[in-house]
């Protein structure tokens, strides 16, 4: 019972809490450009560029083929296409390198979405370092409006609450801006 314990007590140490996200609603989201992949093939991704097809699903991970991780992206491939149906894009991030990324696209994102490498620059600008002296990032979900402003910010190290939240918020955003507008 006691190893238990101990075993548990580890475990929950060794999972990222829920935090405030750095970037609050209402803040101008830094822009970045990337190396990202889509279906194993590597594409240059520029945020400013991907928000003039409306609003942009910016989520943060820490690492690709870990279990959350990989429940996360399978979780938003499976959503993927009620995120485009409201005009908005899933567009998933790390620090890992471009080909485990390339790799990771096909198995884990299902070829649904891209994701892109982010860099030390990109995880100091949207304040999502997983802890000091590691490049991972930490799990943050950002939803972007077309004109570059955060309308919604969500961390936390449990994947299962991204996803639904980010679509409610994408579901939001277009009943109150409709069709068109921005």
Partial sequence: MRIVTTA????LLATPMAAGAALKQ???AP?????GALGGKAFRLNLKQQLRRGPVVLYFFPKAFTQGCTLEAHAFSEAADDFKKLGAQVVGMSADDQPTLAKFSVEECRSSFPVATATPATITAYDVKLKEGSPLTNR????????GTVIYSYSSGDWKNHVPLALGAVRDWKATHGRGKR
């Fill in 26 to 28: 209402g803040a101008k």
């Fill in 8 to 11: 548990i007590a580890l475990a």
């Fill in 140 to 147: 943050t979900s950002y939803v972007i409006a077309p004109n």
């Fill in 31 to 35: 822009d970045f450009t990337t190396m």
